[in-house]
T-cell receptor
Framework: AQSVTQLGSHVSVSEGALVLLRCNYS??????LFWYVQYPNQGLQLLLK??????LVKGINGFEAEFKKSETSFHLTKPSAHMSDAAEYFC????????????FGTGTRLTVIP | SQTIHQWPATLVQPVGSPLSLECTVE??????LYWYRQAAGRGLQLLFY??????ISSEVPQNLSASRPQDRQFILSSKKLLLSDSGFYLC????????????FGAGSRLTVL
């Protein structure tokens, strides 16, 4: 079965510092992978997706993620954190069993310190 | 363009009362529809999904039910709410084929007292 693990439920960075949010996946077939962002009391918004094309995927708001098959990882990065990046981030992997669903990690709350 | 609407945005209900949350999608046809629940400090739990009118799959047996009376309408219901039903409920949709990208509604926050 497919699953994702997000290491670190809370991450704090200083404004202007590198953001690194970790995600490892488990999938018996080549996966589709996603990062979503959730601002307080809102739905989830797609940041970026990997669908077996380029391994380095660029998303919105300056975020990017790299698919590394050897490490089964899909970590999310941003070179310089902005105060507006404070939110909860979810990694997800596609369900390949026919439901067309996504399996989500438990999320990482990013705090940006001024 | 496609849009997804959820209502009500906020709901406070007593234990034992009924529940109805509605979700509609515009600008597409034959979508897959999903209900997720997000409890405080936890990730997203898939509750129900539907691939067509009247077709509902339940992922977690519980006090809730779902219905899809029309192609682009998805309803989450309960006959008697429990305290443990409190949470943030998210409706989402995606296409039948493709890269599984889910588009979410703005969510409905339910507090059961």
């Amino acid at each position: 079965a497919q699953s994702v693990t997000q290491l670190g439920s809370h991450v704090s960075v200083s404004e202007g510092a590198l953001v690194l949010l970790r995600c490892n996946y488990s999938s018996s077939v080549p996966p589709y992978l996603f990062w979503y962002v959730q601002y307080p009391n809102q739905g989830l918004q797609l940041l970026l997706k990997y669908t077996s094309a380029a391994t380095l995927v660029k998303g919105i708001n300056g975020f990017e993620a790299e698919f590394k098959k050897s490490e089964t990882s899909f970590h999310l990065t941003k070179p310089s954190a902005h105060m507006s990046d404070a939110a909860e981030y979810f990694c997800a992997v596609s369900d390949t069993t026919g439901a067309n669903n996504l399996f989500f990690g438990t999320g990482t709350r990013l705090t940006v310190i001024p | 363009s496609q849009t997804i609407h959820q209502w009500p945005a906020t709901l406070v209900q007593p234990v034992g009362s009924p529940l109805s949350l509605e979700c509609t999608v515009e600008g597409t046809s034959n979508p897959n529809l999903y209900w997720y629940r997000q409890a405080a400090g936890r990730g997203l739990q898939l509750l129900f999904y539907s691939v067509g009118i009247g077709q509902i799959s339940s992922e977690v047996p519980q006090n809730l039910s779902a219905s899809r009376p029309q192609d682009r309408q998805f309803i989450l219901s309960s006959k008697k709410l429990l305290l443990s039903d409190s949470g943030f409920y998210l409706c989402a949709w995606n296409r039948r084929s493709g890269a599984n990208v889910l588009t979410f509604g703005a969510g409905s926050r339910l507090t059961v007292l």
